[in-house]
């Protein structure tokens, strides 16, 4: 092959559906686009269901020994910044250790929700939202919360029932937030709400005369949901400043993406809304904010959504009942070696951005943080029993709901709904 034809079928390669890479000219019929891919390195392997009598289970083929990729270079961070994203992964790792050890020891109310191996697209990602602009996490961006300003004791005591959780005991999950202080929309149950939700966010905002960044969170399995389409393609016409990540970690509870559905990459969706479609290694804390900032800055120009394929492994099962035992054990071999915390340590001690001591001192500062924040949560007081009924309905007046920025103003004369704009620059 020669060297032109080589680099051809290179770069068809890597965005998908890039022309012909036989030499012959594309057909004029037929539209081509691309998908920004950041990653360094594109695992592939493929997961299979094979059935032995009564019984399922998943064999894994591919190449699971590829060396793992270094941290790519952020275009926006600085050393300041990334030691600032690193401690906050740390300290959501270790916070979900400690609810954990909690949960083992029977002070948990109900079940939990790890987000362990998501830390750098949760941490990083919220790390990329100004204090204007709407966060609405999912049950395992926790790392998020962190991020907004929630203080690990919040989780802890939500998880706990206590009184002094932000719900005041009547949640035993992470369905709480602040659209008050910290612009944060608390998690909904019935996954893919929180899209048209958060259009609504950006909408709102607009017709107050503020273009804001409003950024929310889908699993593969969530993502193939009807209101998940729905609130995309609202955000798209309308010309709102949705920030989606798309977590690929793999499997929605115990089914494999090969069984959800047929494209390789999810970000491709995003063709069908015309908006961009971007994909990146979502254990690499540098990519994952690197592409929230880039799609933030279009969102406050008032540019549109941008969807974020961020590919990743959930290195624990659905829940704390699940222990995942469906999973091929491979799998989960090589998705700890790209374990981000792990990586983006790397990362700073090779750049010289953090010394051994100092890396070791800034984790005994977050330890001793959490553990102070833990005595806290145990020793919150459970609710009174007769304080069950109260809050459940909004009465009397208990709340007005504002304008955040402004009076929403139309102008007498003009056509409602966004500017008109092209859909995003993926056909050629």
Excluded at 178 to 206: T, Y
Aim: charged share 25%.
């Amino acid at each position: 092959m020669s060297k032109n034809k080589s680099k051809n079928a290179a770069k068809s390669s890597a965005n998908g559906r890039q022309g012909s890479s036989n030499g012959k000219p594309p057909n004029p019929q037929q539209r081509t686009y691309t998908i920004a891919d950041y990653r360094l390195d594109r695992p592939d392997f493929k997961v299979r269901q094979v059935r032995s009598g009564e019984h399922i289970h998943y064999e894994i083929s591919g190449d699971l020994d590829v060396p793992v990729p270094p941290i790519r270079e952020s275009k926006y961070l600085n050393q300041k910044q990334c030691l600032e994203i690193y401690r906050w992964m740390l300290l959501n790792r270790r916070m979900e250790t400690a609810l954990e050890n909690l949960y083992k020891q029977g002070k948990v109310v109900g079940g939990v929700y790890f987000g362990l191996g998501q830390e750098a697209c949760s941490c990083a990602s919220a790390y990329a939202l100004r204090q204007d602009d709407w966060l609405a996490p999912m049950i395992r961006n926790q790392g998020s919360l962190l991020v907004r300003g929630f203080a690990p004791r919040d989780m802890m005591m939500q998880y706990m029932a206590k009184a002094d959780s932000p719900t005041g005991g009547r949640d035993g999950t992470s369905h709480f937030g602040d659209i008050e202080k910290r612009n944060v929309v608390s998690p909904i149950s019935m996954l893919g709400d929180l899209i048209p939700v958060l259009a609504g966010v950006a909408l709102g905002a607009r017709l107050q005369g503020h273009d804001v960044a409003t950024m929310t969170y889908i699993g593969d399995g969530g993502q193939s949901t009807g209101v998940s389409y729905e609130g995309i393609n609202f955000a798209a016409v309308q010309n709102l400043g949705l920030v989606l990540f798309v977590e690929n970690n793999l499997w929605a509870y115990s089914t494999p993406t090969e069984l959800q559905f047929r494209i390789h990459d999810l970000a491709e969706r995003a063709i069908a809304y015309g908006i961009p479609g971007v994909i990146v290694d979502g254990t690499d804390a540098c990519q994952v904010y690197d592409a929230a900032h880039e799609a933030c800055e279009r969102a406050r120009r008032g540019e549109g959504p941008t969807m974020i394929e961020a590919k990743l492994m959930r290195m624990k099962g659905h829940a704390i009942h699940d222990g995942a035992d469906y999973v091929p054990k491979t799998l989960f071999g090589h998705w700890r070696k790209r374990d981000p915390i792990s990586r983006f340590e790397d990362y700073l001690l090779k750049k010289q951005w953090l010394t051994p001591e100092q890396n070791t001192n800034l984790i005994a500062e977050v330890e001793k943080y959490l553990e102070a924040e833990r005595e806290i949560a145990v020793n919150s007081p459970m609710p009174p029993p007769e304080s069950a009924a109260g809050g459940v309905y909004c009465e009397n007046g208990c709340h007005t709901v504002k304008p955040k920025y402004a009076v929403p103003k139309i102008k007498s004369g003009t056509t409602f709904g966004p500017a008109p704009s092209e859909a995003a620059l993926h056909f050629k």
